[in-house]
């Protein structure tokens, strides 16, 4: 039986272990990138937390539930398939179809304790995204992978703008 252990000093020397066993820097760019998506995930639990509306928090679970498979990829454990942006696509079009043409605009990010949270989440996917765009570009990091990063801060802004409308209306006016 395996015992996991949660300090084993085998970072005390600045590297770190993936999955495949393979020992790299703290600061190499694929911890970097999985570290961030890990930042993200965080403010998306947060903001499900204080979130009651069942349907935005249906959205920030799968969300949540993807990212540790995404990190997963990332990390290079074997067997794990990415996670695919079919559903985040549908889910954006749906919240796309909500809004009347010219409606969309910029937003504060501080109406409410769920939409800034979101927010936070946001931008953080957005660092993921120009930092995986350097593994891509050095034939690093698999396309699938990166066009889910680049999908996710899209999907958190349809999940914000949904939010605010259902309970800001007249601010996103």
């Given at each position: 039986?395996?015992?996991?252990?949660?300090?084993?000093?085998?970072?005390?020397?600045?590297?770190?272990?993936?999955?495949?066993?393979?020992?790299?820097?703290?600061?190499?760019?694929?911890?970097?990138?999985?570290?961030?998506?890990?930042?993200?995930?965080?403010?998306?639990?947060?903001?499900?937390?204080?979130?009651?509306?069942?349907?935005?928090?249906?959205?920030?679970?799968?969300?949540?539930?993807?990212?540790?498979?995404?990190?997963?990829?990332?990390?290079?454990?074997?067997?794990?398939?990415?996670?695919?942006?079919?559903?985040?696509?549908?889910?954006?079009?749906?919240?796309?179809?909500?809004?009347?043409?010219?409606e969309f605009?910029?937003?504060?990010?501080?109406?409410?304790?769920?939409?800034?949270?979101?927010?936070?989440?946001?931008?953080?996917?957005?660092?993921?995204?120009?930092?995986?765009?350097?593994?891509?570009?050095?034939?690093?990091?698999?396309?699938?992978?990166?066009?889910?990063?680049?999908?996710?801060?899209?999907?958190?802004?349809?999940?914000?703008?949904?939010?605010?409308?259902?309970?800001?209306?007249?601010?996103?006016?």
């Open positions: 039986m395996y015992k996991m252990t949660i300090t084993t000093k085998g970072g005390d020397k600045g590297n770190t272990s993936l999955c495949n066993g393979e020992r790299v820097p703290k600061d190499d760019p694929r911890v970097e990138a999985y570290g961030t998506i890990d930042e993200c995930q965080a403010s998306i639990g947060l903001a499900r937390s204080m979130c009651s509306f069942e349907p935005i928090n249906e959205n920030l679970k799968r969300l949540e539930d993807e990212l540790y498979t995404l990190m997963g990829c990332m990390a290079l454990c074997e067997g794990m398939e990415p996670p695919k942006t079919d559903w985040m696509e549908d889910m954006i079009k749906e919240v796309s179809s909500m809004f009347t043409e010219g605009q910029f937003i504060r990010p501080g109406e409410c304790s769920v939409c800034a949270t979101l927010h936070m989440a946001r931008t953080i996917a957005r660092r993921a995204e120009r930092q995986a765009v350097r593994m891509l570009r050095s034939g690093t990091l698999p396309l699938d992978i990166f066009a889910y990063i680049n999908r996710l801060s899209d999907a958190i802004y349809a999940l914000i703008l949904w939010y605010q409308k259902e309970f800001f209306p007249a601010e996103g006016k």
